[in-house]
């Protein structure tokens, strides 16, 4: 064990793979769907030590990013309409959070932070990595925060992966959209405390708001379709 600026870090084993930047093939969103799918099953199997604390992702981490971003429009450093549109698709997005049950089916310890910078490839095999994040929610929260870095080409694929090693629930294209919104809420928090924030988190929100957010507000599918807020 070493200390990391007063924080306790163990190395529990090394897990050999390659970090990509992006993912650009579907062989390599189907790995991520099967790699995804075994860490649900093993989660959902797993007896919780009584002792055992972790963050829970739930509504009140949004309301806290809403919050921010509504301080910032305020102040003139984010648009005022952009934010209220991320506010209205933030309040929808908890009221859906707050109707799921938390059965072991659906809720449990999750990941938090699957995107490529965490996934290592050894072969064809995908491997998570850093579990810094990991705290207790929806199934489909990891789920909705990978696919915001998955082109919409290649998801249905990751989904179908997926499926093989835990069922999906019913209506679960419109559920992972709301989580897909409610995960980049969620970081956003993360995001908004970076010094250097306004140089890229308004083009970001911007596109977010116009493109994804927009549709989940009117009700229009947009996961296997149209433009990532990314291009």
């Not at 306790?8 to 992006?22: I, S």
């Not at 933030?90 to 059965?103: I, K, P, Y």
């Not at 095999?125 to 810094?132: L, S, V």
Request: aromatic letters at 12%; charged letters at 25%; proline letters at 6%.
């Amino acid at each position: 064990m070493t200390f990391v600026e007063g924080v306790a870090c163990t190395m529990l084993t090394w897990v050999d793979g390659e970090q990509r930047p992006t993912v650009t093939a579907m062989e390599e969103a189907e790995a991520i769907g099967e790699m995804i799918g075994k860490l649900h099953r093993q989660s959902s199997g797993w007896t919780i030590p009584g002792d055992f604390e972790r963050p829970v992702f739930d509504g009140s981490r949004i309301m806290q990013t809403l919050a921010g971003l509504e301080e910032h429009a305020r102040s003139g450093l984010l648009p005022a309409d952009e934010a209220a549109l991320l506010r209205r698709a933030g309040l929808r997005t908890v009221d859906m959070m707050n109707a799921l049950e938390r059965s072991p089916e659906s809720w449990g310890l999750i990941h938090g932070d699957l995107n490529p910078g965490n996934i290592v490839f050894h072969g064809t095999e995908a491997r998570p990595i850093d579990f810094g994040a990991c705290g207790f929610g929806h199934y489909l929260y990891d789920l909705g925060w990978t696919m915001c870095h998955i082109h919409p080409a290649f998801r249905e694929r990751l989904l179908h992966a997926y499926s093989r090693y835990r069922p999906l629930p019913d209506r679960h294209v419109e559920l992972l959209e709301g989580f897909y919104i409610a995960s980049q809420l969620d970081t956003m928090s993360f995001w908004l405390g970076l010094p250097d924030w306004t140089e890229w988190l308004p083009d970001h929100i911007r596109k977010l708001a116009g493109r994804e957010a927009a549709a989940y507000l009117r009700e229009e599918s947009f996961l296997f379709g149209g433009t990532p807020y990314w291009e």
